[in-house]
């Protein structure tokens, strides 16, 4: 966990968020001219009043959330994106400058290279030339990466666990991280032998140099990444959630025991399932707590996939679904953090129950849920984002566009509390319609 100075840790929830508000509407940022200030600022106090229920904001604020996108309107294949950091990022800044939403678009995600990837061996994912074409994005390879019986050296040491078990499963470069000893023999002299002599296995060894030039290869794409991010920074675009957290129960369905895996687990070993979600909350909040500060921007990124009303029943998404993820929500609300909810998938189903936060604290990004219900619902309690479906970026007309979010604004928008977006984020599309809706936000979104 970064270093928390005692001044930080006597303040109260509120008190932290305001800091961290404040941080984010006055950053350490050379502007490129007093007007990009001014449009960064505008822009970030739309969103906290958005964001915060108490004020209307100036107009309704509107992200563009992408996906390969700025790449391919440049003319570069995923493929190119992820292996030509130069022109990717030149990419990504030219779109923000092109488009002008009212946050960052960020090329974090589709911009990873390629050949980092290939050296730590991932078995599950593919990426454009690698597994699938190059013109296509990534694919997530599902597996049973751990045993239904390793529950409780799970819930036991998690982090020793994802080491020893786990990542030498699904990661080719930590094999040898298998032979790793228990840090723990280091807490007497006389067992401190085991330990030492792991890290000078032969595997271990092959291991770490993997591990050595994958790591070079992904500074030097950080570097450039960091460059790109404060250029579009400086040209007036704030950014909103830099963290990512996933629920407990999606580290253990996605990421551990696979879909099938955990849905036997419900009924056949349900008490363990509400355990390691429990032992979870921890693991996730601290893994965004070691990388902020307390100067670190607000928004945290927690993408929701396996609670989606078609993957299980009301009664189980209120028993192994949303008490882990609500501590976890909760925890991070207390640090002045604001949870980004992308709701995955449908939650029709679960309005009456994500609605159970504090007023003000979270925003609900909808990804296929009927937006006027979770307005209704969920609107009373925080932020509602979305509602412009991807295929209306390839499939419409520019003019349907403009009428399908002039319609969102005067339903989901009245009274503010409403960020217009896309449901997900495109590969391709058609540049027309995402500039006909950034203008539906600009023109008719005003309060």
Not at 371 to 385: N, W
Request: net charge negative; hydrophobic share 40%.
């Amino acid at each position: 966990m970064a270093e928390i100075d005692s001044s930080w840790a006597a303040m109260t929830p509120e008190e932290k968020r305001a800091h961290r508000f404040d941080c984010w509407l006055n950053p350490d940022i050379d502007f490129v001219s007093s007007e990009a200030k001014e449009q960064y600022e505008a822009r970030v106090t739309r969103f906290i009043d958005a964001i915060c229920l108490e004020k209307t904001p100036d107009r309704v604020p509107v992200l563009t959330t992408m996906g390969f996108f700025p790449g391919w309107h440049a003319g570069l294949s995923p493929y190119e994106c992820m292996t030509d950091m130069k022109r990717a990022s030149e990419a990504w800044f030219q779109y923000n400058l092109e488009f002008q939403p009212d946050a960052a678009v960020s090329a974090a995600l589709y911009t990873i290279p390629a050949k980092s990837l290939e050296i730590l061996d991932l078995k599950h994912y593919s990426w454009p030339g690698h597994g699938v074409s190059k013109d296509f994005g990534y694919q997530y390879h599902e597996g049973e990466f751990m045993c239904a019986h390793e529950y409780d050296e799970l819930i036991a040491d998690p982090t020793f666990f994802m080491f020893r078990r786990v990542l030498p499963r699904f990661i080719g470069a930590y094999e040898g991280i298998a032979k790793l000893a228990t840090p723990h023999d280091l807490r007497a002299l006389v067992l401190c032998p085991p330990h030492v002599v792991s890290w000078n296995l032969p595997a271990m060894r092959e291991s770490l140099e993997r591990l050595m030039e994958a790591g070079r290869i992904m500074q030097e794409w950080l570097d450039a990444l960091v460059d790109v991010s404060i250029r579009i920074n400086a040209h007036g675009f704030p950014d909103t959630a830099p963290f990512v957290a996933e629920a407990p129960f999606d580290v253990v369905g996605d990421n551990l025991r696979g879909t099938k895996g955990i849905m036997l687990d419900l009924y056949q070993r349900p008490e363990k399932v509400l355990e390691a979600c429990d032992r979870l909350v921890d693991v996730v909040f601290y893994s965004v707590m070691e990388k902020a500060t307390p100067n670190s921007i607000p928004g945290v990124f927690m993408p929701l996939h396996k609670g989606l009303d078609s993957f299980m029943s009301p009664q189980h998404f209120e028993t192994f679904y949303w008490p882990s993820l609500r501590k976890l929500i909760l925890r991070f609300i207390d640090e002045g953090f604001v949870p980004w909810l992308f709701t995955e998938g449908r939650y029709n189903t679960r309005l009456d129950v994500i609605n159970d936060l504090p007023r003000g604290k979270v925003v609900y990004w909808m990804n296929t849920t009927d937006i006027v219900r979770a307005k209704e619902k969920l609107g009373p309690v925080g932020c509602i984002q979305g509602g412009v479906p991807v295929s209306m970026m390839s499939g419409c007309e520019p003019e349907e566009v403009t009428k399908h979010c002039r319609e969102l604004i005067e339903k989901i928008g009245a009274g503010g509390g409403y960020i217009l977006d896309l449901g997900a984020g495109p590969e391709t599309g058609r540049a027309e319609n995402i500039h006909a809706m950034v203008r539906a936000a600009k023109e008719y979104g005003v309060y």
